[in-house]
């Protein structure tokens, strides 16, 4: 079972930057980052797979960017340019399969989330 911890969430004011971390018991071959704001769906964010192929939501283009170390089998995502609109709670997702897709149901391991505030 491929345990993932995310790290990094907090409190930033809007403008500001965030770096998530996302560490992993064992190699996924992609891993994707999910967010879910208070009564909302959990939503596709970023991944990027064993390759370095990356993918972002257009929600998050351009903003964010999300990258891995296969070394330390650890994915980033680097926020910039928050808005109060990015406040969620963030999860990664791990898959073994280099397929990038971005249903929740296309990833069987899960973090437990890490809490993301940004503020006006």
């Known amino acids: 079972q491929v345990q993932l911890v995310e790290s990094g969430g907090g409190l930033v004011q809007a403008g500001g930057s965030l770096r998530l971390s996302c560490a992993a018991s064992?190699?996924?071959?992609?891993t994707a980052w999910f967010r879910q704001a208070p009564g909302k769906e959990r939503e596709f964010v970023a991944a990027v797979n064993w390759h370095g192929f990356t993918y972002l939501s257009d929600a998050v283009k351009g903003r964010f960017t999300v990258s891995r170390d296969n070394a330390r089998n650890t994915a980033f995502l680097q926020m910039n340019t928050l808005t109060t609109q990015d406040t969620a709670v963030y999860y990664c997702a791990g898959r073994t399969s280099a397929e990038v897709v971005h249903s929740t149901t296309g990833y069987k391991y899960w973090g437990q989330g890490t809490q993301v505030t940004v503020s006006s």
């Open positions: 064992e190699r996924t071959f992609t």
